[in-house]
């Protein structure tokens, strides 16, 4: 399983590989925050999609996209949060 983590739109993804074999795509979601949302609804509901993800699927394996930011420190703050 795979996070790419952001505020506004946070995007899982689930694969499925093994050794010699082709990486197939099983499952792909976006989760959507509004911006004008307060920053602990937007991350409960992340936390949320997150956690059915995991029960739903049980995935072997998780990764988590590194943030990085050159510019907009708030931002970066927010992002990180948002990935654990």
Not at 21 to 43: E, F, G, H, I, N
């Amino acid at each position: 399983m795979g996070v790419d983590p952001g505020l506004t739109r946070c995007g899982l993804s689930l694969v499925e590989s093994g050794r010699g074999r082709d990486l197939v795509a099983l499952d792909v979601d976006v989760v959507r925050t509004p911006s004008d949302t307060a920053l602990s609804k937007r991350l409960l509901a992340i936390n949320e999609a997150v956690e059915h993800w995991l029960d739903t699927h049980r995935p072997d394996v998780l990764a988590i996209e590194r943030v990085f930011s050159q510019l907009n420190v708030t931002t970066v703050m927010g992002t990180a949060q948002a990935g654990g």
